[in-house]
Structures are given as structure tokens and as C-alpha cells.
T-cell receptor
Framework: DADVTQTPRNRITKTGKRIMLECSQT?????MYWYRQDPGLGLQLIYY???????NKGEISDGYSVSRQAQAKFSLSLESAIPNQTALYFC???????????????FGPGTRLTVL | GQNIDQPTEMTATEGAIVQINCTYQ??????LFWYQQHAGEAPTFLSY????GLEEKGRFSSFLSRSKGYSYLLLKELQMKDSASYLC???????????FGAGTQVVVTP
């Protein structure tokens, strides 16, 4: 079974609709992240959470919100979707307790979102 | 600002060696990661460097020079399955956030 899962894997929606992308992990990691990836661009950090009570904005948080429902669950919402939010979205987790502070991030399979 | 540069694309022959360079200018440095990403799939962790020098893992090696803001990923004995995008990422602070380069698409030809 996959350690980091994302649902849905693909979604097509219309401008103005509210969309929620969900991420669950069984790795027991405290830290969770949401990224978007556009063709020719690197992964851009949207939001991150270092524990259930901690939520932080990343580089491109405008138009997005998140909820950390439990250690294992981190959801990303687009309150009113627009076409330039069409992208591949990845959730990632990391474990701050790893020796040496390497804090490697492990990624989910991604959600391909298309906003028409 | 933060800047991480890597070539857009490289082509190499099966069985050959390819070196992917990454240069970075960031406000701080707490480690550099390399990830492999096949088209439409999740990035997967390849290597981590925090001290200067070479780290070897089978066919893949990664090198870091902190004074030069430079790293490279070396792929030896290339196989067709190595055709993928390779992402360089820098942890600029101690909080775990990563800054990613745009990725280098490696095409392996027969």
C-alpha cells in the first residue's frame, strides 16, 4: 500500500467552483506540504504544516486554503477555481525526527486538476 | 531572492554517463536534494548532500561544493528507464522547506 495517497487523482471542474484535494499518509510523519507543478516550472510550495496546530503559507498561497484534520490528513481547497490553477498538485510528508535533520520529503502520486 | 538553475534537457546514449549540474543562490543552506520524476508521476528521492564531497549510491552519485553553490548528479551505465526529469532542491533554512529547480529532462536513446 502507498504511504502517501491523494484523492482524486484527476479532476476537471469549471471556473468558480470550490474544489477540495485530499492527502493521507501512513508514514507517521508530522510535517506535510502541498505543492503545484506547472510544465517547465519547478515545484512551488503552496502551504505547509509542521503539526496539527501549525499551518503556514508558502510561496503561492493566494487562492488556496488548507486544513490539517489530523496528523495523517492534510486537505487543500480552491475556494473559487480559476483556469490558471490548472496544474499537477502534489502532497508531501517529512519526518523532523530523522537524525541529522535531513528531513527528506516523500511525495504522493499527484492530482491532475483542470479548470475550464 | 532564491535561484536554482539546472539545464532544461540532456540527451545521452544507453550505457553512457551523464552529469546534471545545479547551481544555487539561496539565503541560506541546510542541504541539497536530488529527486527523479517520471512523466506524470511523483518525484522520488535519490540523494542528499549537506557536506562538501561526493555521495555514491550504486549507479548514481551526487557531489556538492558549498563555497561554489554547485552540485551535480552523475548517472552511470545509463538505462532506458533512467529517462526522466531530475530535480535539484535546496533546503535554505532549518525548517524543512525546499526550493526546487525547474528540473532537467534526461532522454536516454538506444
Amino acid at each position: 500500500d502507498a504511504d502517501v495517497t491523494q484523492t482524486p487523482r484527476n479532476r476537471i471542474t469549471k471556473t468558480g467552483k470550490r474544489i477540495m484535494l485530499e492527502c493521507s499518509q501512513t508514514k507517521g510523519h508530522d510535517r506535510m506540504y502541498w505543492y503545484r507543478q506547472d510544465p517547465g516550472l519547478g515545484l512551488q510550495l503552496i502551504y505547509y504544516s509542521f503539526d496539527v496546530k501549525d499551518i503556514n503559507k508558502g510561496e503561492i498561497s493566494d487562492g488556496y486554503s488548507v486544513s490539517r484534520q489530523a496528523q495523517a490528513k492534510f486537505s487543500l481547497s480552491l475556494e473559487s477555481a480559476i483556469p490558471n490553477q490548472t496544474a499537477l498538485y502534489f502532497c508531501a510528508t517529512s519526518d523532523q525526527t530523522l537524525a541529522g535533520g535531513q528531513d527528506t520529503q516523500y511525495f504522493g502520486p499527484g492530482t491532475r486538476l483542470t479548470v475550464l | 531572492g532564491q535561484n536554482i538553475d539546472q539545464p532544461t534537457e540532456m540527451t545521452a546514449t544507453e550505457g553512457a554517463i551523464v552529469q546534471i549540474n545545479c547551481t544555487y543562490q539561496t539565503s541560506g543552506f541546510n542541504g541539497l536534494f536530488w529527486y527523479q520524476q517520471h512523466a506524470g508521476e511523483a518525484p522520488t528521492f535519490l540523494s542528499y548532500n549537506v557536506l562538501d564531497g561526493l555521495e555514491e549510491k550504486g549507479r548514481f552519485s551526487s557531489f556538492l561544493s558549498r563555497s561554489k553553490g554547485y552540485s551535480y548528479l552523475l548517472l552511470k551505465e545509463l538505462q532506458m528507464k533512467d529517462s526522466a526529469s531530475y530535480l535539484c532542491a535546496v533546503k535554505a533554512d532549518s525548517w524543512g522547506k525546499l526550493q526546487f529547480g525547474a528540473g532537467t529532462q534526461v532522454v536516454v536513446t538506444p
